[in-house]
């Protein structure tokens, strides 16, 4: 474990107590009682704490997005990274990884066919581009299965009319 990873573990774990108290008293610190920034924090905890903090707090955060305290995006990054832990497959694609190849792909989704109307639902940006992100800043390139073409896009639904590119 990286000296970084390290660090990141302590401080969660630290700031976990603290919002939990927060929690107790105040219920999910949302963006409209406590402001941007602390919501956004209390986000980061719970996306990096342990899988029994996770899914102890995802109802409320669900609660939270329902009423607008959270964005749509937060509450994808967390249930694709709680279904991840639990082994099961996740919905937006938000968790990757880089493949023995060198080439940035999600972890297995729930239906790829679908991937980037579930990410655009959740406020996220097309898979392709999310990838490419991590491709940019960690070396590496995007699995060419989830690459953009002119005429398709990732995954899409083969049945659906195909468009055509530029003349």
Avoid at 1 to 27: C, D, E, F, N, P
Avoid at 31 to 37: V, Y
Avoid at 118 to 144: E, H, M, Q, S, T
Wanted: aromatic share 8%.
């Amino acid at each position: 474990m990286g000296w970084r990873l390290v660090a990141l573990t302590a401080l969660v774990t630290s700031l976990g107590g603290r919002l939990k108290k927060i929690i107790t008293q105040h219920g999910w610190p949302g963006s409209n009682q406590f402001g941007g920034k602390a919501a956004n924090a209390a986000f980061f905890i719970l996306q990096h704490s342990d899988l029994s903090y996770q899914k102890r707090y995802l109802p409320l955060a669900r609660d939270a997005a329902a009423k607008g305290d959270m964005p749509p995006s937060s509450l994808a990054f967390l249930e694709d990274r709680v279904r991840q832990r639990e082994g099961q497959k996740q919905i937006d694609g938000s968790q990757v990884a880089k493949n023995a190849a060198d080439e940035w792909e999600p972890l297995p989704l729930d239906d790829e066919a679908k991937v980037d109307a579930l990410r655009a639902r959740a406020g996220l940006p097309p898979i392709f581009d999310y990838l490419k992100g991590f491709a940019d800043r960690g070396g590496g390139r995007v699995n060419p299965k989830w690459a953009k073409t002119p005429d398709k896009t990732p995954n899409s639904d083969s049945t659906a009319p195909i468009g055509r590119g530029s003349p």
